[in-house]
């Protein structure tokens, strides 16, 4: 039996009252752009149905099942999603189609649920659910178990039709990317700032990208890495912009003339300012960065709160609660992983001091700060900023 539907279903977007129909309007727009370039030939049309979005498939949709799963499984806002085969409002053609859906399955018991959104349906979900399971009982042998069945025939009585699927497949949840506004994400090329920007987009930001690079104290890699990590990421709708700073004179003038003590802490307060910069120009609410508490010298919550500091943007770290295990399974589960363990050198691991300093006051990185022209410092590394499109 070929499938016909996609079913795909949400969870936080059921409980924004009046503001739903914005949610679900971007969530249907997401599908039909994430699957617009590869599958125009095997997808019909996406629709919104009474709490839950269909894709309804072309007559070539089974061929690239497999691609489409895994294609919906990354876009966000959907927690879960059903391959349906659709059919009419009768009960004995729903009983029919639950009969094709069920006898190629290997089980000793099941159980029939039911959703019925459309009301007129002369029957309730709970007498659909008794007719199919006895339907089923007496076609195929099989024994009813409401608690612990082996498999499950979902179905959905919905607008027009009735929908049929017997698996539920997990989503990536989340809200749908484009909800929550723009961000910034400051992404190093290491492990860390891939996995805070697929968190960022899971809570709906619409997200670009910042690289802060050392050429020529450093190679060319990091830019390299930076854009096959937003290639990966723009599999969950990561936008394909990259502002890449030259930050190597602004190290140098920091080197020359504030303690090496406090050097990163600086190099760190002078890329939020820059990147507040280049955030505001793109109308971004938000920075986003790696930061998980305690990971590095720089990472102590003093430290933190002293760079956090130097930007009046909002900073968002996602990763504030996550030790360095779950950030790498994470990278593992999301596909950034390999790219970001390939050698390359950071522009902050580079020109590290010998003994950096964790428990920074912010009246002593005020008064390094007197010894550079920050504000010169900024400009010329923004006029020298490049936009690498991904």
Not at 71 to 83: E, K, L
Not at 98 to 110: D, I, P, Q, R, S
Not at 223 to 250: E, M, N, R, T, W
Request: net charge positive.
């Amino acid at each position: 039996m070929k499938p016909t539907h996609i079913i795909c279903h949400y969870g936080e977007l059921a409980l924004k009252g009046g503001n739903r129909l914005f949610f679900e309007r971007q969530l249907v727009q997401n599908i039909r752009q994430q699957l617009g370039e590869g599958f125009s030939d095997c997808v019909k049309e996406v629709q919104r149905k009474h709490g839950s979005i269909a894709i309804i498939l072309k007559p070539k949709g089974a061929e690239k099942l497999e691609q489409l799963k895994e294609a919906v499984s990354r876009i966000f806002g959907i927690v879960h999603f059903s391959v349906a085969v659709e059919t009419t409002q009768e009960i004995e053609a729903i009983k029919k189609t639950a009969l094709e859906l069920l006898k190629t399955e290997v089980f000793a018991t099941f159980r029939v649920t039911t959703q019925r959104s459309e009301k007129s349906f002369p029957l309730t979900s709970q007498q659909i659910s008794r007719e199919v399971g006895s339907f089923i009982v007496e076609k195929l042998q099989k024994n009813v178990s409401l608690k612990n069945p082996e498999r499950i025939c979902f179905i959905e009585i919905s607008g027009k039709s009735a929908f049929l699927y017997a698996e539920k497949i997990k989503g990536a949840g989340g809200m749908p990317v484009g909800t929550a506004g723009r961000a910034l994400i400051l992404l190093s090329g290491g492990l860390d700032s891939p996995v805070a920007a697929y968190y960022a987009l899971k809570r709906g930001l619409n997200v670009k990208f910042i690289h802060f690079h050392s050429i020529p104290y450093t190679s060319k890699a990091s830019l390299d890495k930076v854009s096959q990590l937003a290639k990966a990421l723009k599999k969950y709708k990561a936008g394909g912009k990259i502002f890449s700073v030259p930050f190597a004179d602004a190290q140098k003038e920091i080197m020359l003339n504030c303690p090496d003590s406090l050097r990163i802490i600086l190099y760190r307060r002078l890329m939020l300012r820059i990147s507040e910069a280049v955030a505001r120009r793109n109308k971004a609410q938000a920075l986003v960065n790696g930061d998980s508490l305690g990971q590095v010298a720089s990472q102590t919550l003093e430290n933190l709160s002293v760079v956090g500091q130097a930007s009046d943007l909002l900073l968002l770290r996602p990763l504030i609660g996550l030790d360095k295990e779950e950030i790498m399974q994470k990278a593992r589960e999301i596909g950034t992983y390999d790219i970001s363990i390939l050698p390359h050198d950071d522009c902050c691991t580079r020109l590290m001091p010998k003994k950096p300093e964790i428990r920074a006051k912010l009246e002593d990185i005020l008064n390094a700060e007197k010894n550079l022209d920050v504000e010169k410092i900024i400009g010329e590394a923004i006029k020298n900023t490049e936009i690498i499109s991904v």
